[in-house]
């Protein structure tokens, strides 16, 4: 019986330094991710934004020279580098985990698939969307629309109209 006790205390010991040592590999793991943030910029330099490893938004650096864009482009951009670095995060995190807690380990792919599901392939983008300024007021229907009819010819402006209304109340 005492070869027993000693070779299941020799077990037991074997086990349980096996489990601090992954413990030890998941806290490295978990201290490496934690420290990582992805920096993009803007193909004209403009904007500069880091992330940190959850996708959170830390900062961003818009250039001065972004005041002479439309501001509807300096958004679009900010979120085309906001995605393009959030994609890059399912990247990292795997190659942090290969080197602490390794490939093989079952809650590393579980990890690495909840990052890839969380964060997908930033869109591809050859040209970015145009940007309309178009208005349209009323109500929608699903009849054709008529063209509008042509404008009016406007009066020329004679010298002895004025602009006060002929000196009446505006009021009245």
């Known amino acids: 019986m005492p070869d027993d006790v000693g070779g299941s205390e020799r077990m037991l010991s074997q086990w349980e330094t096996g489990i601090q040592e992954k413990a030890a590999r998941y806290q490295a793991m978990a201290d ?10 803007s193909r004209d330099g ?9 996708g959170i938004l830390s900062s961003v650096d818009i250039a ?5 864009k439309r501001m509807a482009e300096v958004s679009a951009e900010i979120m085309r580098c906001l995605q393009r670095a959030q994609s890059r995060i399912p990247e ?13 380990d079952e809650t590393a792919n579980v990890l690495f698939a909840e990052a890839r599901k969380n964060f997908p392939p930033a869109p591809a983008e050859d040209v970015p969307p145009a940007v309309t300024e178009e208005l ?13 009819p042509p404008p009016a ?20």
Request: proline residues 7%; hydrophobic residues 30%.
């Open 32 to 41: 490496r991710v934690q420290g990582l943030t992805i920096t993009e910029t």
């Open 153 to 172: 010819p406007r009066r020329p402006r004679r010298p002895e109209d004025d602009d006060d209304f002929d000196g009446g109340s505006f009021l009245t």
């Open 64 to 68: 001065e020279s972004a005041r002479d």
């Open 46 to 54: 403009t904007i500069r934004l880091t992330i940190a490893s959850n």
């Open 92 to 104: 990292l995190l795997q190659q942090v985990m290969a080197e602490t807690i390794g490939t093989q």
């Open 136 to 148: 349209r007021f009323g109500i929608e229907d699903d009849q054709p629309s008529r063209p509008a």
